[in-house]
């Protein structure tokens, strides 16, 4: 087995030092694209190794706090594709060969290595998260609260689409950005939505970064597996999960068993309501929703 390659993203200072290693203007400049770029290319570890703050090496005075935190915030991503979060770190240089080793001992991911150019910001991010999860190899591992079990199946299902993921990328800039919790608002309303425990996401940013084949094959097995449960409609909370669903795998010769309806129309239907403050985070995913909006911001 060939031994799994191992990125190291460093700051300047110490790069030299690293026999491989990426040189940053500072290890607090690293983000989570870099990391996820890292892995979705084929690495099989990525760690940012950052000067020793302690001894007064940092020109920034915060590189290596901020290069720890978007590690932690990529390790929560990269646990969502079923990778191990063993494989990002943040590292003192005199531990990097530790990591390495650590890594080989993982063995490689499997993934098939994306070659395309990324692009920048929160699209590249998704777009390489979309990858890893569309990958057959990976095995997507979400926190559920009511996931169904193998040969279950359900009247409503929820897919969370990329707002989870888009959430703790953009955690930092925008803290209020978290999309909420649309169970408890369906559960409010007298609807029980199931989730699938190993969901893939509809697949828009693959489609987006032009990968018409991975996003055709993710397409069709979302298509099978979505049959499998059962389920009289498929509910999310995405505006652009909604699309992709819709307009984006009827492009593709791919038919849902079951209609898409977008969060705000299930709950409207149902006759729910909600707060200003929670439908702040109700993504309105056409113009059809209009009249849903003034029924779930009617009288509490």
């Known amino acids: 087995m060939t031994a799994p390659r191992v990125e190291l993203l460093a700051c300047r200072r110490v790069a030299p030092g690293l026999p491989g290693a990426r040189p940053l203007p500072c290890a607090g400049r690293?983000?989570?694209?870099?990391?996820?770029e890292a892995l979705a290319r084929g690495a099989g570890g990525?760690?940012?190794?950052p000067c020793d703050r302690d001894r007064g090496d940092c020109r920034f005075e915060r590189g290596a706090e901020r290069a720890a935190a978007v590690v932690a915030r990529t390790r929560r991503l990269v646990a969502v594709t079923g990778l191990a979060?063993?494989?990002?770190?943040?590292?003192?240089p005199a531990a990097a060969?530790?990591?390495?080793?650590?890594?080989?001992?993982?063995?490689?991911?499997?993934?098939?290595?994306?070659?395309?150019p990324v692009e920048p910001g929160l699209d590249g991010a998704l777009g390489l998260l979309a990858a890893l999860l569309?990958?057959?190899a990976a095995r997507p591992s979400w926190n559920r609260r009511a996931p169904l079990a193998p040969g279950e199946t359900c009247d409503t299902l929820f897919l969370h689409g990329v707002a989870p993921l888009a959430a703790?990328?953009?955690?930092?800039?925008?803290?209020?950005a978290d999309p909420g919790d649309p169970l408890a608002l369906l559960a409010?309303?007298?609807?029980?939505?199931?989730?699938?425990?190993?969901?893939?996401?509809?697949?828009?940013?693959l489609r987006a970064a032009g990968e018409t084949d991975r996003f055709a094959d993710l397409a069709r097995r979302n298509a099978e597996r979505f049959a499998a449960t059962g389920a009289t409609r498929i509910v999310t909370a995405c505006a652009g999960c909604a699309r992709t669903l819709t307009e984006a795998y009827a492009e593709a010769g791919v038919r849902l068993h079951a209609p898409v309806v977008p969060l705000v129309r299930a709950l409207a239907e149902a006759g729910g309501r909600v707060s200003d403050r929670a439908a702040l985070r109700l993504p309105a995913c056409d113009s059809d929703t209009a009249a849903a909006w003034d029924t779930l911001l009617g009288p509490i």
Do not use: K, Q, Y
Not at 46 to 49: I, L, P, T
Not at 85 to 92: D, G, K, L, N, Q
Not at 100 to 108: F, I, K, N
Not at 188 to 205: F, S, Y
């Open 30 to 36: 690293v983000s989570p694209n870099d990391l996820l």
């Open 46 to 49: 990525v760690a940012v190794v």
């Open 85 to 92: 979060p063993e494989r990002v770190a943040c590292v003192a």
């Open 97 to 116: 060969a530790d990591f390495a080793d650590a890594v080989r001992r993982l063995g490689p991911t499997g993934i098939t290595p994306w070659t395309r």
């Open 134 to 136: 569309a990958d057959p």
């Open 168 to 176: 703790v990328l953009l955690e930092e800039a925008l803290p209020d």
């Open 188 to 205: 409010a309303a007298g609807i029980e939505a199931r989730e699938l425990p190993d969901e893939r996401g509809a697949g828009g940013p």
